[in-house]
């Protein structure tokens, strides 16, 4: 039986990428990403801290070695940013990363007893150093530390 195809008009939404959250004055964003390539296992962390006018204080990355994964990637980007964070800066940190998985171990006890709880508990050690605030992003603002 002959069809007769309509084509259907699609509507493409734009993407306009979201800004980056600037902190309030009197902390600094320490804007962080891990990233894990499955085929090679290479992993490396990125990490920005800026002031509240979007100053940047330090860019840094690392390349990871004996990574499993991407969220091994993402904890240990947190990690290694919030401790060159205390080193360069005396006010309090608004933590962003782009993983949600990674920013609910830290206010929960979900990985605690997971390969990754001594990431989770160094991380948490850090935090009682320092006033930390998390704050998820979106990936399209954190294009800086991707």
């Known amino acids: 039986m002959p069809s007769l195809a309509v084509p259907i008009a699609r509507q493409e939404k734009e993407n306009i990428p ?3 959250p600037t902190p309030d ?7 962080v990403d891990g990233s894990f390539q499955e085929t090679d296992s290479s992993a490396a962390a990125g990490m920005v801290l800026r002031d509240h006018q979007g100053q940047i204080i330090f860019a840094a990355y690392r390349v990871l070695f004996h990574c499993n994964d991407a969220l091994e990637a993402e904890l240990h980007a947190i990690m290694q940013g919030m401790a060159l964070a ?3 800066s005396a006010l309090p940190v608004v933590v962003q990363p ?3 998985e990674a920013l609910v171990s830290l206010s929960s006890d979900a990985l605690s007893r997971s390969v990754y709880g001594h990431l989770v508990l160094e ?3 850090l935090m009682s150093n320092r006033k930390f605030v998390p704050l998820k992003i979106c ?3 954190n294009r800086v530390a991707d």
Do not use: C, F, N
Request: no cysteine; hydrophobic share 30%; proline share 5%.
């Open 18 to 20: 979201l800004s980056w």
């Open 25 to 31: 004055p009197g902390y600094v964003a320490l804007t």
């Open 86 to 88: 205390i080193q360069h």
């Open 98 to 100: 782009d993983s949600y």
């Open 123 to 125: 991380i948490k050690e």
């Open 139 to 141: 990936r399209s603002q």
